[in-house]
């Protein structure tokens, strides 16, 4: 009963901003590392910025100066803040949850990695 739900993708001129978010929902024990990907059309998905429980933070070279990930543990939900934007930042952006999710009262679940339903980032020239 796990849901990843994304919001905040568009389209946006480059040299613009643009802040994605991702909420956890459902029956969470505990979360751990979070982080943003992304797929652009013909390419794999990539590794863009993650975010462990205790705030520290790694990112694609790509993106260094320019994206910054962030967390609010009380709503579980990460964010991603994408400055300066340009045309090679266009792609289905993509947040990925590890958390152990909690099944009852005394049962949990393992590790496990989530993924959010995606959500289009389009930086125009």
């Known amino acids: 009963q796990v849901q990843l739900v994304e919001s905040g993708g568009g389209l946006v001129q480059a040299g613009g901003s643009l802040r994605v978010s991702c909420a956890a929902s459902?029956?969470?024990?505990?979360?751990?590392?979070m982080g943003w990907y992304r797929q652009a059309p013909g390419k794999q998905r990539e590794l863009v910025a993650t975010?462990?429980?205790?705030?520290?933070?790694n990112y694609a070279d790509s993106v260094k100066g320019r994206f910054t990930i962030s967390r609010d543990n009380a709503k579980n939900t990460v964010y991603l803040q994408m400055n300066s934007l340009k045309p090679e930042d266009t792609a289905v952006y993509y947040c990925?949850?590890?958390?152990?999710?909690?099944?009852?009262?005394?049962?949990?679940?393992?590790?496990?990695?989530?993924w959010g339903q995606g959500t289009q980032v389009t930086v125009s020239s």
């Open positions: 975010i462990t429980s205790g705030g520290n933070t």
């Open positions: 459902g029956s969470i024990f505990r979360i751990d590392d």
């Open positions: 990925n949850v590890d958390l152990v999710p909690q099944f009852t009262d005394q049962v949990m679940g393992v590790l496990t990695g989530y």
